[in-house]
């Protein structure tokens, strides 16, 4: 079973930077994309930016400009740089993966809360 372990995750005020981790207990290059979602209180669980083995990468209109995705292939690990934050980027955020073929099969990590204090 993959597992996807999250760090980084802490407390910042507005305006303030942080960057989270995902680290793979498996070859990162098996999955077809690696990303990030967030999840606020009270709010569904939405897509933060993914990035494709082949490195195309995908951003939430609201993090556009401000967050950056990148992988380490050899460390099996992702990263989401996030700049300029706002109290609004408050949430959990998990680490997820997906594999494609043969199947299609979903990997989430547990979680890291990031607090963004105004």
């Known amino acids: 079973q993959v597992q996807l372990v999250e760090s980084g995750g802490g407390l910042v005020q507005a305006g303030g930077s942080l960057r989270l981790s995902c680290a793979a207990s498996?070859?990162?290059?098996?999955?077809?994309?690696m990303g990030w979602y967030r999840q606020a209180p009270g709010k569904q669980r939405e897509l933060v930016s993914f990035?494709?083995?082949?490195?195309?990468?995908n951003y939430a209109d609201s993090v556009k400009g401000r967050f950056t995705i990148s992988r380490d292939n050899d460390k099996n690990t992702v990263y989401l740089q996030m700049n300029s934050l706002k109290p609004e980027d408050t949430a959990v955020f998990f680490c997820?993966?997906?594999?494609?073929?043969?199947?299609?099969?979903?990997?989430w990590g547990q979680g890291t809360q990031v607090t963004v204090s105004s």
């Open positions: 990035i494709t083995n082949d490195d195309r990468t």
């Open positions: 997820h993966a997906a594999a494609y073929y043969p199947r299609h099969v979903d990997y």
């Open positions: 498996d070859n990162i290059l098996r999955f077809n994309t």
